[in-house]
């Protein structure tokens, strides 16, 4: 099992930058690939990022490319998202999920979900 909290949403203006958290419990962290979504309202929830166990694999959607960093400390049992450049079409709710062994790109790979950080980006 693994619980999973995100943090560091909040309101920021079109440019500017935010760093999202996602702190796991439990022991087996390293075992787990993670992602990290975006559901925007009356939208489905979409691919923003992932990373492997070791952190030196990682995949972005398109639309976050150049902008947007996913990192992890292991040490930590976290996994971060860096948003840079941020655009009033980033403005959604974001989750982390951790799937067992390897990440993957779309959400019903993920068995484990936080609850959501929302942001919202102004024009």
């Known amino acids: 099992q693994v619980q999973l909290v995100e943090s560091g949403g909040g309101l920021v203006q079109a440019g500017g930058s935010l760093r999202l958290s996602c702190a796991a419990s439990?022991?087996?962290?390293?075992?787990?690939?993670m992602g990290w979504f975006r559901q925007a309202p009356g939208k489905e929830r979409d691919f923003v990022a992932s990373?492997?166990?070791?952190?030196?694999?990682?995949y972005y959607a398109d639309s976050v490319k150049g902008r947007f960093t996913i990192s992890r400390d292991n040490a930590k049992n976290t996994v971060y998202l860096q948003m840079n450049s941020l655009k009033p079409e980033d403005t959604a709710v974001y989750y982390c999920?951790?799937?067992?062994?390897?990440?993957?790109?779309?959400?019903?790979?993920?068995?484990?979900w936080g609850q959501g950080t929302q942001v919202t980006v102004s024009s």
């Open positions: 439990g022991r087996t962290f390293t075992r787990y690939g």
């Open positions: 990373i492997n166990w070791s952190g030196d694999t990682t």
């Open positions: 999920a951790a799937r067992y062994f390897s990440p993957g790109a779309q959400a019903y790979q993920y068995s484990y």
